[in-house]
Structure formats: structure tokens, C-alpha cells
């Protein structure tokens, strides 16, 4: 059985979940892949309490690491910088890469992957993006024969988490501290609920799928955090839950890329998708529709990602994965501003004759157009929610209605979620 | 760029879906793939109209294709004894295989697999099992790393496109000819209906995830035929639909492998998938929960799990899939009988006093516990439905417990579905 040499760079949790889980399963890995995944050094800047390496040889400069007679450097530091550099390093000197750093692919991706091929070598990524959930494999793989036409789903557990306990009642704050506490927010959780995470993993499968930049041109971006519980309600007693969506969709010759909370049908198979879960829609000209769920990332996952990564380096015989496409058919992201929603507003107002005619006249006079617009029960302090889906109109004009919404007498408070078409 | 030489054996629908794949991806394919594609003969008892193979070459023996100098047999016969002898000259003459057989896989596996090894060729066979869901390579490559405990779901296209119609207030009569008229459902729907392509299916996935046998020892099979409309907005009442679900699961040291309708709680996952889609759930130690999902077999499906075999054949080194194991770690499969349900029953019963004491008596004398009992609006003809559910028991004792029930004097009819646990 051949063997596959491998250097650990970081000894956190990532690090030592792999070496657990390569010791663990060996033999499945054996028997499964066909290969023997030996770890011949780690980088570690210090000992990790939670894990004894055993006789592993340990390096204090991660950077010596690429030192060693290995095939494969395993970059689990974190960061963008330094692990860029390093990443640079293992590849001119011949080394494959393996990596779960989603922040070094978004921003340096296509540097890399153009240095990995002059090389002669592979980065690997899968644990980089959704590790429970073998996306990346999938779409360069199982699914190459396919034209991918949209790419959307749920790819911050975090938010998913947060959002799906709102649905069943549950305050925003409350939500937040009990993720924080079982580990799956961050102690600043501002990466995760601003949706910057979901964005990074977006575009990285952008990349892979149509070809857009690493990192790519700006877009739109929202995170969670202006969501409130009873706008859960209001979206239920029309047939729609609220997730937070990332999309890479081929809009005729350009492509729709987002990152924001929408409504979403409660029929649609991502509905159900409760929890810290990560789900993905993939849409293609032969295979059709498929979905893929699984769990966000933990220590496990990420380690499960890795391996196969490993395996998958340790059974190809060429670099046949051409991750640095070049402009070639690349697709221009669009304008956000200029693609089109329809909306859910919330409105608070006071509870007088007129509201509603003062608001269904400014909508006509913005020439938007009204699908449902309901009063609902009083808050108290004579303050009526209410609950306006608009017809699909131009995001561009959106602020502006908003605004000119908030700006009515008797209009207190206003939020608003886009509306994910079916 | 290399090149794959593929004799493609059998040209009905998928061969001709195949051929016209490959000509539309074919730059896709290479840029994915690394790999140019040739068809270089076509085994073709007689021409299709549908599909123009240009100058490629044809055998109207399919057997003559084998003597071309060619790296892969595409086997596209169908049918299950000359598939076997087609498969077993193309390993033997060194030629690697990919089929979409799976009737082929289910019968004869093990000793296909153990040939192939003998041979030093590869059998791939992704478009067997749901193609179009790319579960093969899921559970082979992706989740190499991981023991996987636990593979459920709906594998019958034509059976979900049914349930999830009669969900909706159709009759099965009137689903069953729409899903003929669609082409959904063959002439003779018996093998999906009657529950036998999700059994082939789950006997696959069961093997490469378990070690179980191909052919697999005796399992329990039922198909959809007995479920009634009614029993759907019963079910809805309590939280419940119906789909038809194949379970592998291992049960301390033996597996569970079954295949048959059961009740599925309406907030899981699977609930949502309706009409011709194939989902799956697959538990697992290191990654959690997986789910995958995608449409039933269609000729471009079916192309696309082909060509990524193709791909992967193109790009794999060695043969590292050892798909025939042996006897090492083989899980028994568990005796159906033992197992242990919650169970639905349906009780068309007289609308007389006494009725329910009588069935709760009997109940009682059985030691078999009741969750709820529910006496439904009356049929007319003073005939009332009565809805059973029990706590769990063992199935053994479910044949029995069922002729009482319907012995008993004011009793008319009696249906059950398992239910499925969390």
C-alpha cells in the first residue's frame, strides 16, 4: 500500500481533530482509499494540551516544516497573511497543499492556484468551505460534466442556527449567547451573523463553478442582524420561513452574486433545514436539481474534509484540476443594484384612519406595485405592524421607498427582507 | 490532454443520452476533467433513429466491441445474464467497466467486483443507484474518512412523484397513469411500486458501506400499492407523512435493511422532497448528518453519472476501490421479525358503542401499548375510521395483532404503516 507523507502546520483544534481522526479510522482510511496517510512533523508553535503527538517530530517554526521529506503540507494556522506565505513556500518547493483556511482561497485564490499549477502541484480545499458538507468535491467532480447555471443556499451554520430557533420563538440576543455557548459562535460573532463567512464560501464556489475571481469583484452583502422575531410570523402566516441566503446564479451572460436573509417558501426543501446546517441547491443542465445538507463545521468535520482531501491527492495521477481558469468564459458579477425582488416590509404606524391609504399612495406613486398588504393586531401605545409584500421591483429603488416609507406621519419603524423567488 | 477510448455497448436511450452528452459537454469535460472523451465504437443490435452516431464505428454484435482497442466498456444493455457475460469478457480482455445496471450490480457484485480486482480493472457504477444523485462517490470518496452507521431515504423516483401527489388529494389510480403518461413510470410499474428498484438500490449502497453481500441475504421489501389518500390527511393530522423509505443501519453488530412505506414525521428533512426526486440521509461518526438529493434517473442523469466515471476512471492511478471485501467486518443482516416499530393502523370499524373498548381490550390481552386512538368522522354507511398509533412492538408480533384486530366483530377493514423513529 502506497504512503502519503504529510506535515501539520497549527496545532489548534483543526490540527489535532485531524491527527485524532487519521489514528482513529486508519483502517477505514486503509481499506477506503488505499492509502496509508503517515504524519511525518507538525508546526507548532507550542504544545497543545489536548493532544500528545507521540514521537511525531514537532517543528517551532512552521515554516520549517516544508523542510521535511513530505509530500503534502496541511495548513491549519488561520489568518490570511502568513499563511499565504507559507502556502507559497510548500508550493515552490514542490509541495501539495491541503487547507480548511476559506480566507486565504477567498482573497488569494487565483494567485495561488496559477503558482500550484506552474508547480506541478495541487491545493486542496475542501474543509475550506461548509466541511460538513462535501461541496467542493461535488462540484468539480461529480457533477463535471454539468453546466451549472445557480448555486444557492444556507453556508453559515451560525446564522442558521440563530434563524431557526427565531422561527420556533426565540429572541435574536438570547439565540446568539446560546450559540456562543455551545461553541458554535465565536466569542465576536460579527464574522458569522454579518455574513461575511457565507460570503467567502459563495464566492470560493463561484470561482470553482463559473470562474469569477479570487477574490472577486465587490458584492452585496447582508447579515442577520436587523431580523426580529415576530417577522417570523408574518412570513409564516404567508407560507415563508427567513434564512440567510448566499447565490452564484448565471444571469444571461453575467452572474448574481449575494449574500443577504430572504424569504424563502415554506415548501422548498431548504425550509426545512433546521439548526447549525449547512444546505445547497445546485442547478445543472443534465443532473437537473440537486440538494446537499450536513452539519457546519466542527473540529470532526473539518478533519473528515481533510482526509478525504488526502486521499483524494494520494489516487490521481495529474493535476487535472485547472483551478486557475484564466479569463476564459468568465462571467462578470452584476450590479446588485440592478436585479430585481420582491419585498417584505414591516411597518410600524400609528393606528389611525389613513394609514394605509397614505402608504398604498406613495407605493403607486412610486409605480411599485402591491401584492398583499395587511394590518395586524396592535402592539399597544396605539401601534399597528404592517405587513406589505410588494411586487418585484428594482433594488435600486428600493432605499429610496424605504426611506419615503419611514418618512409617512404616521410611520414609526421600518424593516424590510428581500423575497427569494421559487 | 489524454484521451479515454470508450466502447459503448447498448444503444437505446441512456447510450444515445451518453453519446449526446459527451458531444454537448465535450469542453466542459476537458476543462473539468482533464480528459478528451472518444466514443470509438458503438455495440448496436440495430440503428436508433433518434440518434445519429456520425462515422463512429458500430458491431452489431455487442460482444465484438471488447476486441476494439478501447480503455472502458460502457454497458447500456439492460437485463441481467448477458449484462453479467458482457461484463465479465470486457474485465477479463483487461477493459475497465462503468454500467448503469443495477440490476447487474445487485445480482452478481461480488463476483464482479472480485474479478474486476483479480483483472487489475475498475467496475464504476454511479449511474446505478439514483443517478441523479452522485451518492456512489459520496460514500466512497467523500466520506472515506467517516464509519458510516446509517444510509435512509427515498430511492424510488416514481414512488415519490405518487406519495407526493396523493399528499395532495390524488388518488394512486390517477398518480400511477400520470407518472405513465410522463414517463415517469414503465408500462409495467410493478418493480417500482412494488418496492424492488429501492431494494436494489439500498442492497448497493448497503454493500459499499457495510460489506453486506450482492446479492444481499433476504431482506424485507413492500412497495407503496396499499396506501390509501386518506391515510395521508391522518397522518398530516399528526405530524406525519408517508414515503417510501430503504434503511441500512447498523444495529450494534448486525444491520437493519429493509425497504418499505412508512410514516415520516413532516418537520424532517426528507419530508419536504417531493415528486421524481431520490434523497438520502446518511449518518456517519466524524461529519454528522449528510443529506443529498436529486431528480430520479432521466437519460441526462444518467449521462452525467457516466462521464463523471469516465473522468474519474481518466484520473484515478490505481485501483484503490476495493469494492469487494470479502467476509472482513461483514455486518449479518438482522432478522426482519425482531425489529421493533411504532405502527399506524387505519380501522374501518361499525359505528356502534363498544367498538373502541373491544380494540383496546385486545390491545391490552397483546401487551401492545397505544400512543393515541382517534375516532375520525364517519363514511356514511355507519362506518367510522378509527386511527391506531402504538408504542412500539416487536414486528413479529404485528401480523397476528392485525388479523385480531380485524377478527374482531364490529371491525371492516384494517391497513398499517410503520413508523419511522427520529
Known amino acids: 500500500m502506497k504512503t502519503l507523507k504529510i506535515g501539520i502546520c497549527g496545532?489548534?483544534?483543526?490540527?489535532?481533530?485531524?491527527?485524532?481522526?487519521?489514528?482513529?479510522?486508519?483502517?477505514?482510511?486503509?481499506?477506503?482509499?488505499?492509502?496509508?496517510l503517515t504524519i511525518d512533523v507538525i508546526g507548532a508553535r507550542r504544545d497543545n494540551p489536548k493532544c500528545n503527538p507521540g514521537k511525531t517530530k514537532i517543528e517551532r517554526d512552521i515554516f520549517d516544516v516544508i523542510k521535511h521529506?513530505?509530500?503534502?503540507?496541511?495548513?491549519?494556522?488561520?489568518?490570511?497573511?502568513?499563511?499565504?506565505?507559507?502556502?507559497?513556500?510548500?508550493?515552490?518547493?514542490?509541495?501539495?497543499?491541503?487547507?480548511?483556511?476559506?480566507?486565504?482561497?477567498?482573497?488569494?485564490?487565483?494567485?495561488?492556484?496559477?503558482?500550484?499549477?506552474?508547480?506541478?502541484?495541487?491545493?486542496?480545499?475542501?474543509?475550506?468551505?461548509?466541511?460538513?458538507?462535501?461541496?467542493?468535491k461535488l462540484l468539480k467532480e461529480e457533477l463535471?460534466?454539468?453546466?451549472?447555471?445557480?448555486?444557492?443556499?444556507?453556508?453559515?451554520?451560525?446564522?442558521?442556527?440563530?434563524l431557526s430557533n427565531m422561527e420556533e420563538g426565540a429572541e435574536f440576543d438570547s439565540t446568539l449567547k446560546l450559540a456562543q455557548d455551545k461553541g458554535y459562535a465565536e466569542p465576536d460573532p460579527a464574522f458569522d451573523i454579518e455574513g461575511m463567512d457565507a460570503a467567502h464560501k459563495i464566492g470560493i464556489l463561484s470561482s470553482l463553478a463559473f470562474g469569477t475571481s479570487l477574490p472577486p469583484e465587490d458584492f452585496f452583502v447582508e447579515g442577520i442582524t436587523k431580523i426580529q422575531k415576530s417577522d417570523f410570523s408574518y412570513a409564516m402566516d404567508m407560507g415563508y420561513t427567513i434564512k440567510h441566503l448566499a447565490v452564484a446564479?448565471?444571469?444571461?451572460?453575467?452572474?448574481?452574486?449575494?449574500?443577504?436573509?430572504?424569504?424563502?417558501?415554506?415548501d422548498s426543501h431548504l425550509a426545512n433545514l433546521k439548526g447549525v446546517r449547512n444546505g445547497m441547491?445546485?442547478?445543472?443542465?443534465?443532473?437537473?436539481?440537486?440538494?446537499?445538507?450536513?452539519?457546519?463545521?466542527?473540529?470532526?468535520?473539518?478533519?473528515?474534509?481533510?482526509?478525504?482531501?488526502?486521499?483524494?491527492?494520494?489516487?490521481?495521477?495529474?493535476?487535472?484540476?485547472?483551478?486557475?481558469?484564466?479569463?476564459?468564459?468568465?462571467?462578470?458579477?452584476?450590479?446588485?443594484?440592478?436585479?430585481?425582488?420582491?419585498?417584505?416590509?414591516?411597518?410600524?404606524?400609528?393606528?389611525?384612519?389613513?394609514?394605509?391609504?397614505?402608504?398604498?399612495?406613495?407605493?403607486?406613486?412610486?409605480?411599485?406595485?402591491?401584492?398583499?398588504?395587511?394590518?395586524?393586531?396592535?402592539?399597544?401605545?396605539?401601534?399597528?405592524?404592517?405587513?406589505?409584500?410588494?411586487?418585484?421591483?428594482?433594488?435600486?429603488d428600493h432605499a429610496e421607498l424605504q426611506k419615503e416609507l419611514l418618512n409617512l406621519d404616521s410611520v414609526r419603524a421600518i424593516r424590510s427582507i428581500r423575497i427569494e423567488a421559487k
Chains 1, 2 share one sequence.
Open 11 to 36: 496545532w489548534g483544534n483543526v490540527a489535532t481533530g485531524l491527527f485524532k481522526a487519521i489514528e482513529k479510522n486508519s483502517n477505514l482510511i486503509q481499506l477506503n482509499g488505499g492509502v496509508n
Open 69 to 136: 521529506d513530505i509530500d503534502v503540507v496541511v495548513e491549519l494556522i488561520g489568518g490570511v497573511e502568513v499563511a499565504r506565505e507559507l502556502i507559497i513556500k510548500a508550493i515552490t518547493n514542490k509541495k501539495h497543499v491541503v487547507t480548511a483556511n476559506k480566507a486565504v482561497i477567498f482573497h488569494h485564490g487565483d494567485e495561488l492556484f496559477k503558482l500550484a499549477q506552474e508547480n506541478g502541484v495541487k491545493i486542496l480545499f475542501e474543509s475550506a468551505v461548509c466541511a460538513g458538507t462535501p461541496i467542493i
Open 144 to 162: 463535471a460534466a454539468n453546466k451549472v447555471s445557480k448555486i444557492s443556499g444556507m453556508l453559515n451554520g451560525t446564522s442558521n442556527f440563530i
Open 249 to 266: 446564479k448565471i444571469n444571461e451572460s453575467s452572474l448574481e452574486l449575494r449574500a443577504h436573509p430572504a424569504l424563502i417558501s415554506l
Open 281 to 396: 441547491e445546485i442547478d445543472t443542465d443534465l443532473i437537473g436539481k440537486i440538494h446537499i445538507a450536513g452539519s457546519g463545521a466542527g473540529q470532526e468535520s473539518t478533519a473528515s474534509g481533510l482526509i478525504s482531501d488526502l486521499i483524494h491527492l494520494s489516487n490521481t495521477n495529474e493535476i487535472s484540476d485547472q483551478l486557475y481558469k484564466g479569463d476564459e468564459g468568465k462571467y462578470p458579477v452584476l450590479d446588485f443594484s440592478n436585479l430585481v425582488f420582491q419585498y417584505y416590509f414591516y411597518i410600524e404606524a400609528e393606528d389611525k384612519p389613513g394609514v394605509m391609504a397614505s402608504i398604498t399612495s406613495l407605493m403607486a406613486s412610486k409605480e411599485v406595485g402591491i401584492e398583499s398588504i395587511v394590518q395586524k393586531e396592535e402592539l399597544g401605545d396605539s401601534c399597528v405592524p404592517i405587513i406589505l409584500i410588494t411586487d418585484p421591483f428594482k433594488e435600486s
